[in-house]
């Protein structure tokens, strides 16, 4: 159905930067700014794997909050000689908000990753027993 060997990692993060399924880059992965699809509306693929799936995009989530603050408290003290106290309270609030801005990339990312890796091509996402069938 969707040849494995036609995706690359180029092709897969920018299905992620677009939100769009990583299988076949066409559905939609969000419904509104938190609600994901449970499905691709075009391949069909169950977007959530399994219970707790997402909770590998928290820590994309995390990771990038936590460089991009730090990265910005060096720039600003050290690069642009701002006193810490001026710089404190923005950036407290850059890790309120952009967290909840970037949840939706990060749970990409992380759908985008997991396509990468996955050798099954995410043929058995309807949670349906292989040796059950017969």
């Known amino acids: 159905m969707h040849d494995p060997a036609e995706r690359n990692v180029v092709m897969l993060w920018l299905r992620a ?4 399924c990583p299988r076949c880059g066409e559905g939609k992965l969000f419904v509104g700014w938190f609600h994901m699809h449970e499905r691709c509306v075009h391949c069909d693929l169950k977007f959530e794997r399994s219970p707790g799936y997402f909770l ?11 460089l991009t ?24 609030v850059y890790c309120i908000v952009w967290p909840l801005f970037w ?15 996955d050798s099954t091509d995410f043929d058995s996402d309807d949670d349906v027993d292989p040796e059950a069938e017969g």
Request: net charge positive.
């Open 56 to 66: 590998g995009s928290t820590y994309f989530n995390y990771g990038q909050t936590a």
């Open 103 to 117: 949840f939706r990339y990060a749970r990409a990312l992380w759908m985008a990753m997991d396509c990468f890796f």
């Open 69 to 92: 603050t730090t990265v910005l408290f060096v720039v600003l003290q050290f690069g642009c000689g701002l006193p810490k106290d001026w710089i404190v309270g923005p950036l407290v």
């Open 17 to 20: 930067v677009r939100l769009r």
